[in-house]
């Protein structure tokens, strides 16, 4: 298993200006759960570890279409999960996505898994796709729709080995060079294990970090004070569902250990994290690191090495084009190539932006090496030194005037044009 490992690593490493693309998506997981991945701890010793990878409007479906295109979501329009007009599969303007920009430069392009939010309904296969493996929104670990090239077939099977399966077949009969995304449903809530890895985890520590439960809430915004503490059942229930995510990806984990080899170049990470009751939060789309940090392994493009520049889902297009020879213009992100070879720019700032939701006011907001900043429509201000504060326990907006000034303006030039229902205060 070791040397064909490092021959694939030897391969990868010397990748020729067509390489084979792998890309891995995993719903809702959290930039420090990998660990339990020995196939991204493997892919890691191979490749470039970012550290601070951020997704700057951390839920699934803005996420998603910043990934597939390089647009922060004021420029994809899609701000929510939909439906209607600010979110969801029928907002997304498919007609510039990694799949349309990979078959136009002569790549045989794959799509498996999880599409958009709202994906349903419908056999539309999108623009870009030689071979599509579209699933149906809504489904569940053991009983779901494929729309495959068109055509709705029911599945019974678990989800990841089918997504597997789908994704073998396609790298197996695609004419090179091909670009494929494997996007599977794991650790996302219902959160089904393969039946040969219930229980896995079972009695593993409990998670409780120092913002678990956050005791004092003074120095938050109101959306935040008016959060109860979780009562007894929600903790039970949320350390029965941490559980049974991390059984989920070992089947996902074997997934990569299957595909993996074939590839030249392979990405791995996910759309948005996950909180557990930090800050007496479950769940996500709130600017908190638990939810906006992702996991970012990219093997095939030099390393091994850690990166610690604060970088973005948007970064993650222009990065394989470039990596491919792929011309691109008018993209939020930036390529990647020059940090992984080294290159450091440690100033770097990513954009955090949200529409506002249900009980939680728009955003604006900025994250780098330091500091986190977000500034609500409400005209609070919740800034965070992330050297001397990571759990984010004490908001310190009001100790750093200069600073936010600063920082107020970097987001007003980057945050353009602002998400619905958020203005700048006067
Ligand atoms: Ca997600
Ligand atoms: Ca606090």
Redesign the pocket.
Known sequence: MTSLLLAAGTRRAQAGPRPNILIVIL??LRWDEVGIMGQVTDLAANGATFKDAYAGNP??CP?RASLLTGLYSHNTGVWTNGPGPLGGFDAFDDRWTLGVKFQRAGYTTGFVGKYLNGYRGTSYVPPGWDYWRGLQGGASYVDFVLIEDGIAVQHSGYVTDVLTREAERFIDDAAPPWFLIVSHIAP?RQAVPAPRHVGAFAGIDRWRPPSYNERDMDDKPLWMRRIQFLATEARHDTDDLRERRLETLLAADESLATLVPAADIVVFIS??GFLYGEHRLVG?GVPYLEAERVPLVISGLGGPSIVRETVSNVDLAPTLYEAAGISYRNLDGESLLPMIAGDRDISRFELLERAVGARRPAYCGLVGRRWHVVFYSTGEIELYDLRSDPYQLTSVAAAHRGLVNDLRERAVRRCDPVPPGFSWPE
């Open positions: 719903d809702d839920s699934c996420s996302h759309d948005n996500k």
